[in-house]
């Protein structure tokens, strides 16, 4: 029975690249001269520090383009609230959304039981793996999902005849 698995991930050493490319744009750009501005990075865990909000925003901007110039999707991105640490300046904490949460894997059962597809949604821990008979009813799936979810990043992998 053909089947495959839809995941959520990002690739670790692109998004490690894109952190060290934008520290150091922000480290030579003229308009963050002797600023405390940096992105530090702790697994899939982010903090942004800057000397004030709009810094803070200027270095988030530098970092989604090169997150985007690596390919890699920002909606895995979760920037939580901005927090004063002393005087002006700010740190954000971000965190790197990775696998598919269990109120998302419900989503999409729901999602391909309502279409009526002939094709079996299981939840298997941070995946969703999806079986049917026909191929051409699993890349009907793949169409449906690809234009339904769209607050996290999704591929399609593990595909098996």
């Known amino acids: 029975m053909p089947s495959f698995d839809i995941i959520s991930e990002i690739n670790k050493v692109e998004l490690k690249n894109a952190v060290e490319q934008s520290n150091k744009e922000v480290s030579t ?17 982010l903090t942004i520090y800057a000397d004030d909000a709009f810094k803070l925003n200027q270095v988030m901007d530098i970092f989604h383009i090169k ?11 979760d ?6 640490i002393s005087g ?3 740190k954000q904490p971000v965190k790197v959304k990775e696998g598919i949460e269990q109120e998302t894997g419900k989503k999409i059962d729901k999602l391909v039981k309502d279409s009526k597809i002939k094709v079996q949604a ?4 941070n995946a969703v793996r999806i079986s049917g008979a026909k191929k051409d009813d699993l890349q009907t ?3 449906l999902v690809r234009k339904s979810i769209t607050d996290i990043p999704v591929q399609f992998n593990n595909f098996r005849d």
């Open 88 to 90: 002006d300046k700010v």
């Open 67 to 77: 997150l985007a110039k690596r390919n890699v999707d920002v909606r895995a991105l």
């Open 141 to 143: 799936v793949i169409n």
């Open 79 to 84: 920037p939580q609230d901005i927090e004063k």
């Open 122 to 125: 299981s939840i298997q821990g």
């Open 29 to 45: 750009r003229f308009d963050f001269k002797n600023s405390d501005a940096r992105i530090e990075q702790k697994d899939l865990e």
